[in-house]
């Protein structure tokens, strides 16, 4: 059974830094695509970044792009989200993902991942 845990989320101020983590259990590392996705009250969840099983390709959001970088560590099993110059509208609940299939590069869709965390909460402060 696939399992997804996140940790790192908290209160920090504007233009500070946090970084979140996601430990994989259940799942060979090094096989799989990851994503992070952060949602807030009222609206959809929504992408933010991804990197491919190989680790080699990372994709990101366009509101995200050049401060928060996606990485792995396949010894761990576990993928972070270093998240730098946070701004307000960065608060938000924060899942990280996994696809069915091994293997395989999803896209930014929702529908595309299979395995959800419970969420770590990020709050940003002015």
């Known amino acids: 059974q696939v399992q997804l845990v996140e940790s790192g989320g908290g209160l920090v101020e504007a233009g500070g830094s946090l970084k979140l983590a996601c430990v994989v259990s259940?799942?060979?590392?090094?096989?799989?695509?990851m994503g992070w996705f952060r949602q807030t009250p009222g609206k959809e969840r929504e992408f933010v970044a991804s990197?491919?099983?190989?680790?080699?390709?990372?994709d990101y959001s366009a509101p995200v792009k050049g401060r928060f970088t996606i990485s792995r560590d396949d010894a761990k099993n576990t993928v972070y989200l270093q998240m730098n110059s946070l701004k307000l509208e960065d608060t938000a609940d924060y899942y990280c993902a996994a696809p069915q299939d091994l293997y395989v590069s999803p896209g930014r869709g929702r529908e595309e991942y299979y395995y959800w965390g419970q969420g770590t909460q990020v709050t940003v402060s002015s």
């Open positions: 259940g799942r060979t590392s090094g096989t799989s695509a």
């Open positions: 990197i491919t099983w190989t680790g080699r390709i990372t």
